[in-house]
């Protein structure tokens, strides 16, 4: 079976089911019908028979069927399969919608209706409806309902917020609504599923799935060579770090602690307590900023030619696009000892100073409005060039008057060209900031240099355009080719 192709071959989907695959968590589901249960492929259960065995793509097919979730394997710690085609326009589109109801940022009120997202989507809502439902089995709203109930699930399973919290955390308007849906989805209330006297080790503890292949120590060591003393604390299998996001027009300040636990496929988060009102917003960033739903099987079927021993290595994301932006407006053609230098002497001018239990961890990024009203002469006082202060001012301006949006939600080709069109921000700039901060799989800032030399091209006479044309081969994983040719130096 392939990861990227559906329909889903059934005999295949069994066998992945027998095998307790973890390469194939979350691209598929299994429906017991002698249960109504339905299961990840990893589930520890007993393995149904084959003739009781149904399989599904997403949960949402599996539940708008009439499959509860299982509560040992819990559907809602799998990584999501978002399937990329360059060829198929309804499966793009319909991918789209589905990766922008997955996208809390994505709306600024929080609740998209159809006619939003096909308004975004440039097409008709009764066209997307169609689409939607022809390639994954139920509608738009039919989709979130089911994202909201699983997010809901493990909120429940994994923290002690009050279920009136959980409720808007989750996204639905009143607890009244939320109550229903839950009922009449799984068949019991939230307060039934959340087992009394329970303890946990912490009020804010989550566990989040992800397919191997994973380079575990590729991805720490990327954000270890790049941690800015006073935010960040890298150890041999966990980042710490502060944290402030703006969520609701609320703003929330405090700390997550990260931990891969190998054995399980899966990453471990805390977070604390001044985050629990926006942890599915946190989760959703985690998620990113460590790739957790990348599809390797995918991924390496068109790059393991080209980069054999790529196949665990993840695009690294960031938890805040703004000041990945920043960051990579420090790092123009210097090197990343030399940008990390800088960004510690901007966190320790400009950055709020907040409390943690973590020695020395105790100091927030600067805020977009801060950087924004920064003069010349104190970011040249840290020793930022004027181009650059002049680049950084006009990014945290643009975010703080919310004219450019950084976050996986967002207008890729807009963003890109709104970048581009801000003083000090060239291609290479915005590409990056594309790869990163926007989540997007093919891009390629095709004149850098260190990818010239990864690949050979260097010495030619257009190194840029070179690199460019042995690129459309990587199409649509050009992002992924970028760290694997990063890694081969």
């Not at 709306?107 to 939607?132: C, K, N, Y």
Request: positive net charge; contains cysteine; glycine residues 6%.
């Amino acid at each position: 079976m392939t990861l990227a192709d559906p329909p889903l071959a059934p005999d295949a989907c069994y066998l992945a089911l027998k095998a307790r695959d973890a390469r194939f968590d979350g691209t598929f589901f299994t429906g017991v019908t002698s249960t109504g249960i339905y299961c990840r492929p990893v589930c520890k259960v007993r393995t149904p028979r084959r003739e009781n065995c149904r399989f599904f793509a997403h949960a949402a097919q599996a539940e708008n069927a009439g499959f509860r979730p299982c509560l040992r394997c819990r559907p809602e710690l799998a990584p999501q399969a978002p399937r990329w085609s360059i060829q198929d326009a309804s499966s793009m589109l319909a991918q789209q919608a589905a990766r922008l109801l997955d996208e809390p940022e994505a709306w600024a009120d929080g609740s998209p209706s159809v006619d939003q997202l096909a308004a975004r989507l440039g097409v008709s809502d009764r066209h997307l409806r169609r689409i939607f439902e022809a390639q994954l089995g139920v509608s738009p709203l039919q989709y979130l309902q089911t994202r909201r109930l699983l997010t809901a699930k493990q909120l429940l399973a994994d923290t002690d917020l009050p279920v009136t919290e959980v409720a808007l955390a989750s996204g639905f308007a009143s607890v009244r609504r939320f109550n229903a849906a839950f009922v009449d989805h799984y068949g019991l209330s939230p307060s039934q599923l959340r087992k009394e006297g329970t303890q946990r080790e912490s009020a804010s503890e989550v566990r989040l799935g992800y397919r191997p292949p994973y380079d575990v120590s590729a991805m720490l060591g990327f954000f270890r060579t790049r941690a800015i003393t006073g935010m960040e604390l890298l150890a041999e299998d966990s980042l710490t770090r502060t944290l402030a996001l703006d969520a609701g027009g609320k703003q929330y300040a405090g700390w997550l602690q990260v931990r891969f636990d190998e054995a399980h496929a899966q990453l471990v988060l805390r977070a604390s307590d001044t985050l629990r009102g926006v942890l599915p917003l946190v989760i959703r960033r985690v998620r990113a900023a460590f790739d957790l739903d990348a599809d390797p099987h995918a991924i390496n079927a068109r790059l393991h030619g080209s980069f054999p021993l790529g196949d665990g290595l993840r695009v690294p994301g960031t938890l805040n696009g703004y000041e990945l932006a920043v960051r990579a407006v420090l790092g123009q053609q210097i090197t990343v000892a030399a940008a990390r230098t800088l960004a510690q002497r901007l966190v320790e001018r400009f950055g709020q100073p907040i409390a943690t239990p973590f020695e020395g961890v105790h100091r927030l990024f600067p805020a977009a409005e801060v950087l924004a009203a920064a003069e010349g002469d104190a970011l040249g006082q840290l020793g930022i060039v004027r181009q650059r202060q002049a680049a950084i001012v006009a990014i945290a301006r643009a975010v703080a008057e919310r004219r450019i949006h950084l976050h996986a939600g967002a207008d890729v080709p807009a963003t890109i060209e709104a970048l581009k069109e801000l003083p000090g921000i060239g291609d290479w700039t915005a590409q990056y900031i594309a790869m990163r901060a926007l989540r997007w799989p093919d891009a390629f800032p095709a004149g850098d240099v260190a990818l010239h030399k990864a690949l050979g091209v260097q010495q030619m006479k257009q190194p840029a355009r070179e690199a460019e044309a042995a690129s459309q081969a990587w199409k649509p994983w050009r992002s992924y080719a970028v760290v694997r040719a990063w890694s081969a130096l």
